[in-house]
């Protein structure tokens, strides 16, 4: 899969070529192009933004340097389709669901704001809106970075044990289950039994509950989306008796 991040600073990420983002780059799995607007600029200063019309504090990506900067992608993907994000703090909050979605694609392009935002007219260009959460960043690269993590671990070849992912939180609705590792007991707090029985069953009731457990007190909001059986209904029962 292809990630394009178009963006002032391209630096930010450099970073992805360690762990295992950079052995799914070096594997050919994934290919990750950061791009600055400011290559597609003629003047001088290489500006790629302006004042705000009608006045305000700080400055406006213009939606020139943005447009040039997706054709030259366009060009360079030889017309294959992409599929067009802009991160931004008024678009949908990202979740796991978008990540399984883009994860489907061949290529995804994310469009980083800066400084007061992006001019209007740049919304025109992309498909999608996503925002991080209810907070505002100093642009969009930190949002850009999550996107591209929590999509590309999903891509097979990128995580080394296929089954990590299908456990965890969120994969199926629910938190996932409390992990243990060594030591055995740590400061007073022994690792549960039955993780150390080796009856595979009795361990598998047991994550199941704990992670719905674990989901009723922390995000009970998830239960009222995920997909629960009879036995999980009974499980929770069980739980809501033990409080
Ligand atoms: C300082 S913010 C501009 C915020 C803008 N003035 C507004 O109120 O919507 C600069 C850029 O950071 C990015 N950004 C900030 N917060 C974000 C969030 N929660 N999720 C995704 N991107 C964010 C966006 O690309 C945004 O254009």
């Keep these: 899969m292809r990630f394009e991040i178009v963006t002032l600073f391209p630096e930010l990420f450099d970073g992805l070529r360690t762990g295992l983002l950079g052995k799914a780059q070096e594997a050919g799995v994934i290919d990750i192009q950061a791009i600055t607007p400011r290559e597609f600029t ?3 200063h290489r500006t ?3 004042a705000p019309y009608g006045g305000g504090s700080g400055m406006v990506l213009m939606p020139g ?3 040039e900067t997706l054709d030259h992608l366009d060009e ?23 990540a399984r979605r883009f994860s489907e694609l061949d290529s995804l392009t994310l469009v980083c704001g800066r400084y007061e935002g992006f001019d209007e007219r740049i919304r025109g260009l992309v498909d999608e ?19 591209i993590e929590a999509t590309a671990r999903l891509l097979p070849g990128v995580l080394g044990n296929e089954e990590s992912a299908a456990d965890e939180s969120h994969a199926d609705g629910l938190l996932e ?11 007073g707090e022994r690792v549960p039994d039955i993780l150390r029985s080796g009856n595979h069953a009795a361990i598998a009731r047991w994550r199941r509950k704990e992670s719905l457990r674990r989901t009723l007190e922390r995000r009970p909001d998830l239960l009222e989306t995920a997909a629960l059986t009879d036995e999980d209904h009974k499980l929770l029962d069980e739980i809501r008796a033990e409080r």
């Design 42 to 44: 003629s003047d001088r």
């Design 129 to 147: 809106e996503v925002s991080l959460g209810d907070f505002v960043l100093l642009g969009g690269e930190a949002a850009a970075l999550a996107v």
């Design 177 to 187: 289950y409390p992990q243990y590792t060594r030591p055995e007991e740590f400061r």
């Design 48 to 50: 790629v933004d302006d």
């Design 65 to 67: 340097p943005i447009v």
């Design 76 to 98: 360079a993907r030889g017309g294959k389709p992409t599929h067009r994000l802009l991160l931004t703090p008024q678009g949908a909050r990202f979740s796991q669901a978008h």
